[in-house]
């Protein structure tokens, strides 16, 4: 697999990163603010999927845990938002752990029916009228948008960008030394052959625990910063089809390669858009055939297609 | 003196399959047993069963410890490295990889350094493929990464699921000459499940002759080489 070790390739999209916000209209910032909490989430699916082969339907639901906790530490205990994202982010993570230790029994088909049921079940408990006064039921809840701090001469939307850009750095640098270490290698082994894994002498209860517990700790920090920068969270917001959407930004990305949830991130936010300006009736239509097409001609999907081109600019040089 | 490996009435089942029927064998400091039997004889069972890979009951006695309610993370920490069954190769990952986890129980980096270039000494072809995805090597350098990863543990016992398994006879040849140096140089134990008899009879010191789930014979190797009956009807050649 393709790493982004090049650190050439890296300033630049750093730097391509850094200045776009300053040229571009605020709605695309928020746009693409958007694709970097994405990016996020997909990164705790792939540490899951693509590195310990466990699927999962039900990551809507961390991403709903995270969201909630952020919004309601804000509304109710005014809680300074930079300070929710690490309560979230604990909070999944022991949601995760303790979901993972039942789930260990559970392999493939299955284990994605139980958190399939996780994903149509939160909704509903969040709309649960006696959760209504620290959820607001259906209505959800509001929350003010942060403006950028010290004076800084930016937008709100520009703030937050770089705030979750930030973020996202240090998650992707986090995930990318985790894949990296032994753990990360445990992990993996577990992916590949469980049965060897365990002779070992790898704890596979534990490895696939944790690795729950991890994934979701992604998952809710980006629901977290989803609720910050959508300042509004709602439960029809998290429904099953937020699953499904993060399934299709690992997989378009690239199953086992942590750069691809970017193009996943970015795949899952512009695409439905895409194909609903070429009709409004038949949007869903249209999104399927692009993702049909490109699953046929891109089975790796970005991983594959960056590998083939890096591989492409070596033997012109 | 007292076996490295003492294995009293095991039995050990899959849910409610039983495999083992009550098995005794044992393993001297040093040797080479090998268990032979056809396939369903539990040979493989055994072995999982000794790991505390799957339920058992018995008494299995390791450099003079119980571990038969030992768990096999701390099994493999005493000492005892597994070449599963059908080599349990990381398919994804390098060469490299697969045999840093051989020692993902050890902490002693530097020693584990010296132990990966022990394992390139004993297998030259490993090092050239370091970095190459495990899951594309032939079938015969599969089984000597798979070898080669368990001696990443430093083991004091080796057991090993049918290594000649789906290999050229050359190759087998290869594989147990180095086997053999590891017994002979390095003090390495092994238990040798096998269904090739030739070749496991020709390295083992000991043998048993293992029938669904029973031990129906055992004896020195030598003598089952050249018991002409047992050949025949339980080895067929």
Redesign the interface.
Known sequence: MPRLNNPRVTLAIIAVALVLPLVIQNFLTFQLTLVLVYAIAIIGLNLLTGFNGQFSLGHSAFYAIGAYVAAMLMDKADFPYAMTLPVAGIACFVFGFLFGLPALRLEGVYLALATFALAVATPQILKLSPLEHWTGGVQGIVVNKPEAPFGLPLTEDQWLYYFTLLITIVMTVLAHNLVAS?TG??M??I???P?????????IALYKSLTFGVSALYTGVAGALGAIVVQFVAPDSFTFFLSISLLVGLVVGGV?WIPGAFFGGAFVLFVPNLAESFSKGLSGAVYGVMIIVLIYVLPTGAAGLTRAASRWWRAKA | MTPLLQVRDLHASYGSTRVLHGLDFALEEKGVTTLLGGNGAGKTTTLRALCGMIERRGEITFAGRSIARASTEDIVRMGVAHVPDGRGTFVRLTVEENLELGAITRRDRRAIAADLERVYGYFPILQKRRSQQAGTLSGGEQQMLAIGRALMLRPRLMLLDEPSFGLAPRVVQELFAILSTLNKDEGVSLLLVEQNATVALDLADHAYLVETGRIVFSGAARDIRQNEKIRRSYLGY
């Open positions: 032994r290698r445990a993996m082994a992916r590949d052959n049965i060897a894994a365990r002779s070992m002498g790898i704890n086992g």
